[in-house]
């Protein structure tokens, strides 16, 4: 089975951030790879995995990095295919690399998710995939249902809530 996704952490001390995004690409049936490549200590493995990605079937990059977080931007400007940062808090609570990653120059887009957000990038790349897959299209159909039933199941656990004044 061919990857359409990449997941990439510059370390594994990311791993528990995408593991919710190898969770839900999991639950969509959607095909992935997990690597740890870092734009600084690792730059020609990672100069190699950019070049070739579309090559090798790649539709999705979702490249996390803390810090200075190089990564996504240095992929992103080495391949066409999509790339989705995601910023990690390890340091000055993550925001030093949010800026890293969102504050691309002209002509290198690397779309960002929030801190941390890696269930966020594995959503967005499942959307970005479901354009042109119906059967993944389904499954991520599906899953937004299953968010609003949760919303409606909610309210209807929250008026069993009593309070003197509450009026619904």
Same mark, same amino acid.
């Given at each position: 089975?061919?990857?359409?996704?990449?997941?990439?952490?510059?370390?594994?001390?990311?791993?528990?951030?995408?593991?919710?995004?190898?969770?839900?690409?999991?639950?969509?049936?959607?095909?992935?790879?997990?690597?740890?490549?870092?734009?600084?200590?690792?730059?020609?493995?990672?100069?190699?995995?950019?070049?070739?990605?579309?090559?090798?079937?790649?539709? &999705?990059? *979702?490249?996390?990095?803390?810090? =200075? %977080?190089? +990564?996504?931007?240095? !992929?992103? @400007?080495?391949?066409?295919?999509?790339?989705?940062?995601?910023?990690?808090?390890?340091?000055?609570?993550?925001?030093?690399?949010?800026?890293?990653?969102?504050?691309?120059?002209?002509?290198?887009?690397?779309?960002? &998710?929030? *801190?941390?957000?890696?269930?966020? =990038? %594995?959503? +967005?790349?499942?959307? !970005?995939? @479901?354009?042109?897959?119906?059967?993944?299209?389904?499954?991520?159909?599906?899953?937004?249902?299953?968010?609003?039933?949760?919303?409606?199941?909610?309210?209807?656990?929250?008026?069993?809530?009593?309070?003197?004044?509450?009026?619904?």
């Amino acid at each position: 089975m061919t990857p359409l996704v990449s997941i990439i952490m510059g370390s594994t001390s990311d791993l528990p951030i995408l593991r919710k995004a190898a969770a839900f690409l999991d639950e969509m049936e959607v095909p992935f790879e997990m690597n740890a490549l870092s734009a600084h200590r690792t730059p020609a493995e990672v100069e190699k995995f950019a070049l070739g990605a579309q090559g090798r079937g790649l539709k &999705v990059i *979702i490249a996390a990095a803390g810090m =200075a %977080a190089a +990564l996504p931007g240095v !992929i992103a @400007a080495l391949t066409p295919v999509p790339v989705i940062g995601v910023p990690i808090n390890s340091s000055l609570s993550g925001e030093d690399a949010l800026l890293s990653i969102v504050q691309m120059p002209p002509g290198i887009a690397v779309a960002t &998710v929030g *801190i941390n957000g890696g269930l966020n =990038a %594995a959503i +967005l790349a499942t959307q !970005i995939l @479901a354009q042109s897959d119906p059967a993944i299209n389904e499954r991520f159909m599906a899953y937004r249902r299953s968010l609003s039933e949760k919303i409606v199941k909610a309210n209807e656990e929250l008026k069993k809530e009593n309070y003197r004044f509450k009026t619904n």
